[in-house]
């Protein structure tokens, strides 16, 4: 032995020498430090057999040092230690600080007969303590124990307490008394409600008080079997011996060796109460009960750092990662939607506002908005003045209808809000006062919820075809109501449409009209046309024949109509019946020309006729002879017979007359009861006396009138032309006049000639 | 007699009348448990309130209480080993495998005579093995091992709990036993010869829904094993606590358990996707197994079914 100790003294001086060397390696003591989980004294005098047997084993010396936590802590801290043998919790506090050679062996208790490598905690209170019998009474309460490091003393029960509900750090006052032994003395003396000590404890100290357990109440015990203490929480490995890494290995080595050749009986373990070392027991539920409670040394969540954070997180944070992007991604494209939306509403209002229809907005019957064109139509300059106003405002009194403006609007907006569609022509006052026509359109434009539908409102300038409709219904009903007949026809001069004084005056029916000619003067036809295409027009009268066959005078005047390019589209043709005026126009003529009794020329007559005639036998070198007749004692008859007698004398003797006459000869009557003749193309002097000679014949012969025969003469002057010298008319009958003058003076019913004395 | 049966059998007499009493509200997933070390997990979940309200668990004694509520529609699932649940799958219950809980590594021995050293040795000599539970299923995949044909052995097909009389008596030269038989025969002369940790990844428990409830309350059969994979890993790495307490639940030493829990892998969340895999593990072994069993006349008829197993309802991850 001595041989040895010089030799690791020689090699521990040699190591020494070097930088660096560890301190175990040149000390001459091995330092065991144990955790002071009794008071010093307990501890040193328990435990120092068993560094004596470590000294005894290894041939080092074995210092033994009983250290609180804090001690050890610092010991370690300067590596004034080489084995500790403390509580697991202790250890993990240990080993996250630095770095240890692992666990040597676990400590094996041993009670009695028994013995485990397992400790536990004990919850307990005072026996006198009816109010608390489970884990749950001790919410609130006050508990003592020895320190948060200890493993039995404290955490263990944390956790149950915890998975019972009970959040000691939270819920109870906690008193740190250092020591399992003050910890039993704070319950019993009433300073702590509640105890935490490891198990074991109890039982150790029952050894020198035997009412102790009679005076306290263990909660929430455990029965395990082969499990030699009260117990109130699970089960943890015992305490770990753990060698520092500055510890030469050999001395490790055989310090393991040592630690596990101790047999129960060895006095070292009988004093420490031990019954040896086994293998490490696995630490790892010590860890997790640390985890789960945070304490130290996993009281601070651990930093993670990023690439762990990703390492670890990677599948979560990718989907983060992911989500965000379609998040922004969505957001962006919301965003980008809303400016859209926004530029799109811009427009469509810009567009609505600049939409030459007026369209304006509805709501309870009032304007809410309107565009341009709505205000322009109006004569409004500013939004304003429409809006908040309604309708009739805008509108004449009445409607023409005849309907009440207002009253109407209401009936209309009722059956938009019901969902129709209404469409009506409407009368506006503009504001200067004249009066326009729209063709207005309401149509609601429902909103969800929404018991006040928005009316959307269109119109339509409709003023310029209404005052066309006038137009053309005045122009309807001057064509239907004409006395004139009027006909359209086409280019062709094809009717394509009559009146209804054409079916009058034509007697052909409008269908039979339509399609064919109009009447058209016998020797132009359709030549009227073209004429009235040169001219702009045509007129005319001429004879044509109603559907009845029956002939008529009718004037027409036929137009060309011109289309927007100024060619002629149409003929527009008006025609009156002038039958009538003809017949006048003829009887007049008559009237002027003839005597009303006889039917002979009168005077304007034979002065005209004498001119022709005479004219006529100048160029022919004919001649001719005009005939003075006058009726001799006429009066007498005329005056016993009356007038009507008289006229009918006068009428049989001038028939009679003409009949003695030739076709080509004149007889006129003058007047009362004279007559004239013109005879022409006389070839010789006999013929005219033959005929003069006749002519008194036919005037003797008695007439019967008013039922007598009455008997009457006539003196007849001539004269003859041409003669020497140029006469005009008036000339020759004053000669005629004066040769008969001379025939009633040499005794009537005889004939005379001018310039001659014989009859 | 079945093996967790026969563990069972020194349980608490109470846990029988808890276990009936398991309720239909809201149509929670009714799990037929009995004790065994591979379904600890579930008690232990069970304990520590890590069960939630969608799971009630109906505690039997053993694998027969299990496969007699499941035949008549009484629980939805259970827990089981491989063979039991093809047995009860060919009976007309279809089922679904959804979780393995243990794979048995030494839990099941044969135990021999001294002078037989050596498989071939077997040949001629008399078997004792109850051949309805598992330990048939050791016997039967043993002799094709060792290339044994089935007549070249005498199989005395002999209840557990007859097995120790037997042996006394000297009728048999070998016995197909499971714990804690087979240290009795230790202890009357027998040698271990050979265990369940030289058929790797054969002897399977499992978690079994039926088909029916895994079409419907595909939640609640998550949750048990949620709830399992939570036990599983304080039964494993708290062992300072879960010896302790399995050991009260069995009445037995926690030295027991953790010897118990050395004969057995518990297989944790990947090895789980990995035997539950399509033409995994168990997929395999329970093709061969019901074929084995078809053949030995204890089931009628091989597996139909494309999949037994469904490794669709384990948890992503262990909390």
Redesign the interface.
């Known amino acids: 032995m001595k041989r040895w100790l010089i030799a690791s003294l020689a090699f521990a001086l040699l190591v020494l020498a070097l930088p660096g060397a560890t301190l175990a390696q040149g000390s001459q003591e091995v330092r065991f430090g144990i955790y002071a989980y009794r008071p010093a004294p307990i501890m040193y005098e328990r435990y120092q057999p068993l560094a004596d047997y470590l000294t005894g084993r290894i041939g080092i010396p074995v210092k033994l040092q009983v250290l609180d936590q804090e001690q050890m802590r610092k010991a370690l801290a300067s590596n004034q230690l080489d084995f500790f043998l403390t509580n697991p919790s202790q250890f993990l506090v240990i080993r996250s600080e630095r770095s240890l050679t692992g666990v040597l062996a676990t400590l094996v208790r041993r009670y009695g007969e028994a013995e485990t ?4 905690g004990v919850i307990f209170t005072s026996a006198d303590r009816d109010e608390i019998a489970s884990l749950a009474d001790v919410h609130g309460k006050t508990v003592a124990s020895p320190g948060r490091h200890f493993l039995g003393g404290f955490q263990a029960q944390a956790l149950e307490l915890k ?1 019972a509900g009970v959040d000691v750090f939270r819920d109870n006052r906690i008193k740190l008394v250092r020591s399992h032994d003050r910890v039993i003395r704070s319950v019993l003396a009433g300073a702590a409600e509640v105890g935490f000590v490891r198990t074991g404890i109890l039982e150790e100290l029952a050894e020198g008080d035997g009412s102790l357990l009679s005076r306290i109440k263990i909660l929430n015990r455990q ?5 030699p203490y009260v117990v109130s929480t ?5 305490w770990p011996v753990a060698a520092l890494p500055h510890v030469d290995s050999d001395i490790v080595r055989r310090v393991a060796s040592a630690l596990f050749a101790i047999e129960s009986e060895f006095p070292a373990a009988r004093s420490a109460g031990i019954a040896g070392f086994a293998p490490p ?2 630490y ?2 010590v860890e ?1 009960l640390a985890r789960e409670l945070r304490v130290e040394p996993y009281d601070q969540l651990p930093s993670l750092s990023w690439s762990e954070l990703v390492r670890q997180y990677w599948g979560w944070l990718s989907a983060i990662l992911v989500l965000l992007l379609l998040l922004t991604g969505a957001m962006l494209w919301l965003g980008r939607k809303k400016r859209e939306l926004a530029v799109e509403q811009q427009r469509l209002r810009r567009l609505i506002q600049s939409w030459p229809q007026p369209m304006l907005m509805l709501r309870n019957g009032a304007f809410v908005d309107s565009n341009r064109a709505a205000l322009e139509l109006l004569g409004f300059a500013v939004p304003q003045s429409l809006l908040g106003k309604d309708i009739a405002t805008f509108s004449p009194q009445t409607q023409p209808d005849g309907s009440i403006s207002r009253q109407k609007m209401q009936r209309l907006l009722g059956q938009v809000r019901a969902g129709e569609v209404v469409q009506v022509e409407w009368a506006f006052l503009r504001s200067d006062g004249s009066q326009i026509w729209v063709d207005m359109s309401l149509a609601p434009v429902r909103e969800k919820d929404d018991s006040q539908p928005w009316v959307l409102c269109s119109w339509y300038d409709i003023t310029r075809r209404k005052e066309a409709e006038q137009h053309l219904r005045l122009a309807a009903s001057v064509f239907d109501h004409a006395r004139e007949a009027i006909f359209i026809t086409d280019l062709h001069g094809l009717v394509i449409d009559v009146n209804d004084a054409y079916v009058e005056i034509t007697g052909r029916s409008r269908a039979s009209a339509i399609g064919g000619l109009p009447p058209l003067p016998l020797e132009e036809g359709p030549g009227v046309f073209s004429g009235a295409r040169k001219n702009g027009f045509w007129s005319g009268e001429f004879v044509s024949k109603r559907a009845n066959g029956e002939p008529f005078n009718m004037a027409l005047t036929l137009s060309g109509v011109r289309d927007e390019h100024d060619a002629i589209s149409h003929f527009m043709g008006i025609f009156s019946d002038i039958t009538r005026l003809k017949l006048q126009e003829r009887e007049l003529r008559t009237m002027a020309h003839y005597d009303a009794l006889t039917h002979l020329p009168n005077r304007v007559l034979f002065t005209d006729r004498m001119q022709q005639v005479m004219a006529q036998a100048r160029r022919q070198e004919q001649l001719l002879a005009v005939v003075y007749i006058d009726l001799d004692q006429f009066k007498p008859v005329n005056d016993a017979y009356g007038h009507k007698a008289g006229d009918e004398l006068l009428v049989e003797v001038a028939a009679r007359m003409r009949a003695e006459l030739r076709e080509e000869d004149t007889l006129a009557r003058l007047g009362g009861d004279e007559f004239a003749a013109l005879v022409v193309n006389i070839e010789k002097p006999e013929v005219l006396e033959s005929l003069l000679t006749r002519l008194l014949h036919a005037v003797a012969l008695p007439v019967r009138v008013a039922g007598r025969l009455v008997k009457v003469s006539a003196s007849i002057g001539y004269t003859l032309y041409p003669q020497a010298e140029e006469l005009d008319g008036d000339q020759l009958l004053r000669q005629a006049d004066q040769a008969m003058y001379k025939a009633k003076q040499q005794g009537r019913n005889r004939y005379c000639g001018f310039g001659s004395a014989d009859s | 007699m079945h093996r967790r049966r026969f563990l069972g059998a020194s349980l608490a007499a109470g846990f029988a009348a808890l276990g009936l009493s398991g309720c239909d509200a809201g149509r929670p997933l009714r799990f037929g448990i009995h004790p065994w070390i591979g379904y600890e997990p579930l008690y232990l979940a069970e304990e ?2 890590w069960l939630p309200s969608s799971v009630t668990l109906q505690k039997g004694q053993s694998a027969l209480d299990s496969m007699e509520l499941l035949s008549s529609g009484a629980i939805d699932g259970a827990a089981l080993t491989l063979d039991e649940a093809i047995r009860v799958h060919v009976d007309g219950t279809e089922l679904l495998v959804v979780g393995v809980t243990n794979v048995s590594v030494g839990a099941d021995v044969l135990v021999v005579k001294k002078d037989i050293e050596t498989l071939d040795a077997l040949r001629g000599r008399r078997i004792g093995a109850e051949m309805s539970s598992v330990s048939g299923i050791l016997l039967l995949n043993l002799l094709a091992t060792a290339g044994i044909e089935r007549g070249e052995v005498t199989i005395v097909d002999l209840p557990m709990d007859e097995h120790v009389a037997a042996w006394k008596q000297g009728d048999l030269d070998a016995v197909a036993c499971y714990e804690p038989t087979a240290s009795a025969m230790v202890g009357l002369g027998g040698v271990r010869l050979f265990d369940s940790s030289q058929l790797p990844e054969t002897i399977f428990d499992v978690l079994v829904v039926t088909r029916k409830f895994a079409a419907l309350g595909q939640g609640s059969v998550r949750d048990l094993l949620e709830a399992h994979f939570a036990g599983l890993r ?1 039964l494993v ?5 879960s ?3 399995v ?2 639940r069995q ?5 027991a358990v953790r010897s118990a829990l050395a004969s057995v892998m518990l297989p944790d969340l990947a090895s789980n996707q990995r035997y539950l895999a399509e033409n995994g593990r168990i997929e395999r072994v329970a093709r061969d197994l019901s074929r084995m069993l078809e053949r030995e006349g204890l089931i009628p008829r091989a597996l139909e079914v494309d999949r037994f197993c469904d490794s669709e309802f384990l948890p992503r991850s262990v909390a």
Do not use: K
């Open positions: 490598a397992s400790l536990g998975e029965n395990l079997i082969g499990f699970r089960l943890y490995p015992e027991a696995d790892q539920s997790y | 520590f309130g304080h790495r708290n062992q300072a606590d010896i302790y307490r050991a009260t009445g037995t030493s926690p030295a």
